[in-house]
């Protein structure tokens, strides 16, 4: 598909040529700029720990923008899905970025798993969970929902030194209800509960939390069987439903 890989970390990515994202791409930063709020888009900048400048688009108003953009345009293949992502995360305003986290998800179905590596890099590079999280829950886990054989992958992602690959390997199953694969949920879980860092704490107590609403008995089983092991951060998320 024309994106290239050395390794897992510090990977080479070129976006494939496609004329749908020449197009896309054409329209989206003629189009996006025209919505733009220099007063707004300082309080976001400031919300979001001043992690890239931003145009100023509050969500309704950029997807409405995002139609406008996408109107009459063709049904994409993996390569151009790649294009337009790899190709949004190379401008600076963040609002790109959305634009291409909504388009995967829209297009989801297309990909298959060979778009994982891809994903990945997008996921590693300038996080926050503003991008992270539903890459982490509409991407990544509807990559592994469609091929189960990528849950090998996760066993590594979980392991990894970088915080956001570690954390969506947590949260690549918040959608997965009864197909969740519980004894992953609750290793990776332990296996990360002595994390220093506050996103992958936060990550296993909402990764539990939202299994709770699939089965509250197996949460509450886990954190009275493990409780101990995990943040106080990740009991209360994870209790935060069903009580203890």
């Known amino acids: 598909m024309g994106v290239t890989a050395s390794g897992t970390s510090g990977a080479r990515f070129e976006a494939p040529d496609s004329a749908l994202a020449d197009t896309v791409l054409e329209r989206l930063t003629a189009v996006y700029p025209t919505g733009a709020d220099a007063r707004r888009a300082t309080s976001m900048r400031a919300y979001m720990k001043d992690i890239a400048p931003f145009l100023g688009l509050a969500t309704p108003e950029r997807r409405a923008l995002s139609r406008t953009v996408l109107l009459g345009t063709a049904r994409p293949a993996e390569s151009d899905c790649a294009a337009i992502a790899l190709r949004c995360w190379e401008l600076p305003e963040r609002e790109y970025r959305y634009f291409a986290v909504d388009y995967l998800r829209r297009h989801v179905r297309c990909l298959s798993s060979g778009f994982l590596p891809t994903a990945r890099r ?123």
């Open 122 to 244: 997008l996921v590693a590079t300038d996080p926050w969970w503003d991008t992270v999280d539903a890459l982490a829950a509409h991407v990544v886990g509807g990559l592994v929902a469609a091929d189960p054989k990528l849950r090998a992958d996760m066993d590594v992602w979980i392991e990894d030194d970088d915080l956001w690959v570690a954390r969506t390997a947590l949260l690549h199953q918040l959608r997965h209800k009864d197909a969740t694969d519980t004894g992953r949920l609750f290793a990776y879980c332990v296996r990360r509960s002595d994390h220093p860092d506050f996103f992958v704490r936060k990550a296993i107590g909402w990764c539990l939390r939202e299994y709770a609403k699939t089965d509250p008995r197996a949460v509450r089983d886990f954190v009275a069987a493990e409780g101990e092991r995990l943040a106080p951060l990740s009991v209360r998320e994870a209790l935060k439903n069903i009580g203890p």
